[in-house]
C-alpha cells in the first residue's frame, strides 16, 4: 500500500463543487423564504420540495465520490479518513435536518454511502467486501429511523394542530358567551377571564386581569361604575359568602339601570368558576310586575292586599307600644251618576284627582289605598299615640268632600265615610275593615254624606242581620214563602180587574218579617230572582183559579232585569201554569230602568210582544219618568202613594195627581192610583175621575188568593142583584 499523497485538484474540485452547491443552495432557502404558500398547491410544495433533494444529494454525492475516490484510486490512508469521517459525520443528523422525510434521507444516505460501498468493491478485498455489506444496513437503518420520525412529528403535528383548533374553539366561546365568567385559584386570582365579564364590569382588557385577586379587580371595577364605599361593602360581603358557599346566588345591583346575577362552583382541586350575567331586564320586569300587584293603576294607590301589608308593618314599626289606631272607609255618593252622564273616562280622571286630594290629606301620618271601585280607606297608625286621632279622621272625611274638576268638568263631590278607633293591640285588619264598613253602610243609610264611628250594637245588627240571611236561604230551600194578594178595584169598588202578589216571609221564631226588609237581603245575597221565580209560579197558579177576567201582577226586581234568565222564567211559569199571557201584568220601578237601559228596553219589550202587560210601579219618584213613558211598552202606570196623601189639604200634590191621569190617558196608558186608604180621597179621585183603577185599604187589605176568589164571587153576586133590581126598576 502506498502512502504517497493524493493529487490535490480532484479534492480541491470536490470542495470547490460542495461550496457552489451550498451557496446555491442558500440563496434558493432565500428564495423559499420569500415564498407565499398560503395558497400553495401539492404541486407547488413538491417541486420546492425536490429542489431541496436535489441540492442535498449533489452535496452528499460529492462527499461519497470523495470517498469512493480516496478508496479505489489514491488509496490514501489520511484521505481515506478524512473523506469517511466528514461524510459520515455528516450523515448523524441526516434524519432531524430532514424532519423524517423517507424520500429525502433514502436519497441523501444513499448518493453518500454507494460511491464508498463501490470504492470498498473495487479492492477485492474480503474484508473489504464484509465492510461494503456493513454500510447497506446503515442506508436501511436511517431510513427506518426516518419512517418513525415522520410518524412520530406527523402524530405530534396532528396533536398540536387539534389542540390548537380546541383552544381556539373554546377561546371564542368563552369570549362569545352572554355571561361573565372568572376562573379563580385557590387564592382567589383569576386564571381565566372572558370578554363578557371585562365589558360588564368595565375593566378593560381581559389580559390585564391575569393573577389579580379578584378583590383587587372588583374595587377597579367599582371605580370605574362610581359606586359609593356602602354599595362596595355590600357587594364584597355577598361575593364573599358566594364564594364560600354559603349562599347559591347572588344578586347584585351596580347602578339603577344594571343588575347582575352572580353564581359560583367550587372544582375539586380549589379553583371557582364564578359566572355572572345582565339580568337588569328580568329585575326591571320583576319591580314591574310588583307595582302593578302592590298598586292601583288607575290612582297609584297601594292595593287592598299591599295596604294590608303596609298597615301590618305600620304596627310592627312602632315596637308594640299600646295606642289607638283608626281605620277610615270612604264611598263616594252618585259616583256611578258621575259614569253614566259624563263616561267612564270622565269617571278614572274624577277617581285620580280625588287619589290625589286622599293622598295629599293623608300625608306621611297615614297609609290611604283604593279597595275597589269608588270605595278608598285611610288606615292611621298614629305612632306618637295622639289624642285627637278622631279629629284628624273626621278632617281627612272632611278634606275630601268638595269640589273637583276632571275631564272639564266640575263636580262637587259628597262623601260617606264610615270609621272605627280600636287600641294597638286589639288590631285585626279584617275585623277593623267590617266594623268601619258597617259604620259606612250606617252612614249611606241614616246620614248620606256623612262620617260615623263604629259602636258597638252595629256588629250586634250586622251578626243579626248575617243570621236572618242564612234563615231566608233556608226558607227559599224549604219553599216556607207564601203570598198575598191586594186586589185593584174598578173606581166604583164593583168589580176587582187585577191583583198585586206580595211576597211573605214568617219566620219561625221573629214572625213575620216586613217585605222590604227581607227583599233587600234577597238583594244582597243574590237570591232575588229565586224569589222571583217563586212568586211567578204561584201568582199565575192562583189567578187560574179566578175568575177569568181577574188578572195577576208580580214585581220584578231591579236585579232580575240585570240578569238573563227573567225572559225564560217568566215563559216557564207561565207554560208550567197555562195561563194566558194577557192576564199576567209585570211591574218594574223606575230604578230598574237607570242601569243598562238598552238592555232592561229590550227585555221588556220581548215580554210585551209576548202578550204580557208592562206596568211603572211607583210612578213619579224616580228620575225621567215621562221619558220612560216614550221609550218602554208599559200599558199602565201606578201612581205612587205619595201623591195620593193629604190631596184634601194640599191642592198642588192634588193637580199632581191629576195632570199624571191625564196625560197617561192622553198617552193610551191605563192608571192605578195606590195607597187610597179613606173615603175622602175616594170621592176627591172618582169626582175629577183621576183613576181607573183604586188600590188601596179603601177597598181592601192585602189577602190569600182564596179570599180573592171568594171576594170575586161576592162582587159578582152584587153585580147580578144590582142588574137584577134594575131591570125590575
Not at 94 to 118: D, K, M, Q, T
Not at 165 to 176: E, K, P, S
Not at 433 to 448: H, P, V
Not at 665 to 681: C, F, I, W
Request: charged residues 25%; contains cysteine; glycine residues 6%.
Amino acid at each position: 500500500m502506498s502512502f504517497s499523497r493524493p493529487p490535490i485538484p480532484f479534492y480541491l474540485t470536490c470542495a470547490a463543487t460542495i461550496v457552489v452547491v451550498w451557496a446555491l443552495r442558500n440563496i434558493d432557502m432565500a428564495r423559499f423564504d420569500r415564498q407565499d404558500f398560503s395558497g400553495a398547491d401539492n404541486a407547488t410544495v413538491r417541486k420546492w420540495e425536490n429542489r431541496y433533494i436535489v441540492g442535498g444529494v449533489s452535496v452528499t454525492l460529492t462527499c461519497g465520490i470523495a470517498c469512493g475516490y480516496a478508496i479505489a484510486v489514491s488509496q490514501d490512508s489520511f484521505s481515506e479518513l478524512a473523506c469517511i469521517s466528514v461524510t459520515l459525520a455528516s450523515m448523524i443528523s441526516l434524519v432531524g435536518r430532514n424532519y423524517g422525510s423517507e424520500r429525502a434521507v433514502l436519497l441523501l444516505s444513499s448518493a453518500a454511502c454507494l460511491p464508498i460501498v463501490v470504492g470498498l468493491l473495487t479492492l477485492q478485498d474480503p474484508y473489504m467486501l464484509v465492510l461494503a455489506v456493513l454500510i447497506l444496513p446503515f442506508i436501511l437503518t436511517t431510513w427506518t429511523m426516518a419512517n418513525n420520525v415522520r410518524a412520530f412529528l406527523y402524530e405530534n403535528v396532528l396533536a398540536a394542530r387539534e389542540i390548537a383548533t380546541i383552544a381556539g374553539q373554546f377561546d371564542a366561546a368563552l369570549n362569545n358567551m352572554t355571561h361573565g365568567l372568572f376562573m379563580l385559584d385557590g387564592h382567589n386570582r383569576i386564571v381565566v377571564a372572558n370578554e363578557r365579564a371585562c365589558e360588564l364590569l368595565r375593566l378593560g382588557d381581559k389580559a390585564d386581569l391575569k393573577d389579580r385577586l379578584l378583590s383587587e379587580v372588583l374595587e377597579h371595577a367599582a371605580d370605574r361604575m362610581s359606586l359609593g364605599a356602602d354599595n362596595k361593602d355590600k357587594i364584597a360581603r355577598q361575593l364573599d359568602l358566594l364564594i364560600q358557599g354559603k349562599r347559591s346566588r347572588a344578586l347584585i345591583s351596580t347602578s339603577q339601570d344594571l343588575s347582575l346575577e352572580f353564581s359560583a362552583n367550587r372544582r375539586d382541586n380549589g379553583e371557582i368558576v364564578l359566572i355572572f350575567e345582565d339580568v337588569t331586564a328580568r329585575v326591571q320586569a320583576e319591580k314591574q310586575i310588583l307595582q302593578m300587584v302592590r298598586f292601583d293603576t288607575l290612582t297609584g294607590l297601594p292595593s287592598r292586599d299591599y295596604f294590608a301589608e303596609l298597615a301590618h308593618n305600620a304596627m310592627l314599626a312602632n315596637g308594640g307600644h299600646q295606642r289607638d289606631v283608626g281605620f277610615l272607609l270612604v264611598d263616594v255618593a252618585e259616583f256611578k251618576h258621575v259614569n253614566d252622564t259624563r263616561g267612564h273616562i270622565v269617571g278614572d280622571k274624577l277617581l285620580q284627582a280625588i287619589a290625589e286630594r286622599l293622598k295629599s290629606l293623608a300625608g306621611n301620618d297615614a297609609i290611604a289605598a283604593r279597595l275597589m271601585g269608588d270605595e278608598f280607606v285611610v288606615f292611621f297608625p298614629n305612632k306618637a299615640n295622639a289624642s285627637d286621632l278622631e279629629d284628624r279622621i273626621r278632617a281627612v272625611h272632611a278634606g275630601m268632600r268638595g269640589i273637583y274638576v276632571a275631564g272639564g268638568f266640575t263636580f262637587n263631590m259628597t262623601m260617606s265615610a264610615g270609621f272605627v278607633i280600636v287600641e294597638s293591640g286589639d288590631f285585626r285588619f279584617e275585623e277593623l275593615q267590617i266594623k268601619a264598613d258597617l259604620a259606612l253602610s250606617e252612614t249611606k243609610a241614616k246620614n248620606k254624606g256623612g262620617c260615623t264611628a263604629f259602636e258597638g250594637e252595629m256588629d250586634a245588627r250586622y251578626l243579626d242581620r248575617q243570621k236572618l240571611k242564612s234563615d231566608l236561604r233556608d226558607a227559599l230551600a224549604a219553599n216556607s214563602l207564601s203570598l198575598s194578594y191586594q186586589p185593584m178595584f174598578t173606581p166604583d169598588g164593583s168589580r176587582i180587574e187585577c191583583c198585586e202578589a206580595l211576597a211573605r216571609w214568617t219566620h219561625p221564631e221573629r214572625g213575620p218579617v216586613p217585605p222590604n226588609v227581607f227583599i233587600q237581603l234577597a238583594e244582597e245575597m243574590g237570591v232575588v230572582t229565586d224569589i222571583t221565580r217563586y212568586v211567578l209560579r204561584q201568582a199565575c197558579t192562583d189567578c187560574m183559579r179566578w175568575p177569568a177576567d181577574v188578572s195577576v201582577s208580580v214585581n220584578l226586581s231591579v236585579l232580575d232585569l240585570r240578569g238573563d234568565e227573567i225572559a225564560s222564567i217568566v215563559t216557564e211559569a207561565l207554560r208550567e201554569t197555562g195561563l194566558d199571557p194577557a192576564r199576567l201584568h209585570l211591574e218594574v220601578t223606575e230604578s230598574c230602568l237607570m242601569d243598562e237601559p238598552t238592555k232592561v228596553q229590550g227585555i221588556l219589550r220581548d215580554l210585551h210582544d209576548r202578550g204580557i202587560t208592562i206596568a211603572i210601579d211607583d210612578f213619579g219618584t224616580g228620575y225621567s219618568s215621562l221619558s220612560y213613558l216614550d221609550a218602554l211598552p208599559a200599558g199602565i202606570i201606578k201612581i205612587d202613594r205619595s201623591f195620593v196623601r193629604n190631596i184634601r189639604e194640599d191642592a198642588r200634590r192634588f193637580k199632581l195627581l191629576r195632570g199624571t191621569a191625564n196625560l197617561a190617558r192622553a198617552l193610551g196608558l191605563k192608571t192605578v192610583v195606590e195607597g187610597v186608604e179613606t173615603a175622602d180621597q175616594l170621592q176627591l179621585i172618582n169626582e175629577f175621575n183621576c183613576a181607573d183603577l183604586i188600590q188601596g185599604y179603601v177597598f181592601a187589605a192585602p189577602m190569600p188568593a182564596s179570599a180573592i176568589d171568594a171576594l170575586c164571587k161576592q162582587g159578582a153576586r152584587k153585580r147580578a142583584t144590582k142588574s137584577s133590581s134594575q131591570r125590575i126598576a
